[in-house]
């Protein structure tokens, strides 16, 4: 499988921040990107904190296929 996506980053600030809790991508002041389940506090705060590492830019996470699409009918391989 291959994929190309493009991501819209946006400052970890006050009034930057998602609407809604869940998990978004995170790119820390370490230089790492991670999902990371913000919650209303991280939202209303407008900041970040994990361990010494502060989250610097977030973006919508990155659309998956449904695990059924990964699997594979070998019936449909199968020439009778």
Same mark, same amino acid.
């Given at each position: 499988?291959?994929?190309? %996506? #493009?991501i819209q980053w946006y400052? =970890?600030?006050?009034? /930057?921040m998602p609407t809604t809790e869940g998990t978004y991508l995170v790119a820390f002041s370490d230089g790492s990107v991670e999902s990371y389940p913000m919650d209303h506090k991280d939202i209303q705060d407008g900041e970040i904190h994990c361990g010494s590492a502060i989250g610097e830019w977030w973006a919508e996470s990155i659309p998956h296929p449904e695990r #059924?699409? %990964? =699997? %594979?009918?070998? #019936? /449909?391989l199968i020439e009778e």
């Open positions: 499988m291959h994929q190309v %996506l #493009s400052p =970890v600030a006050y009034g /930057e #059924s699409d %990964l =699997v %594979l009918d070998f #019936s /449909e």
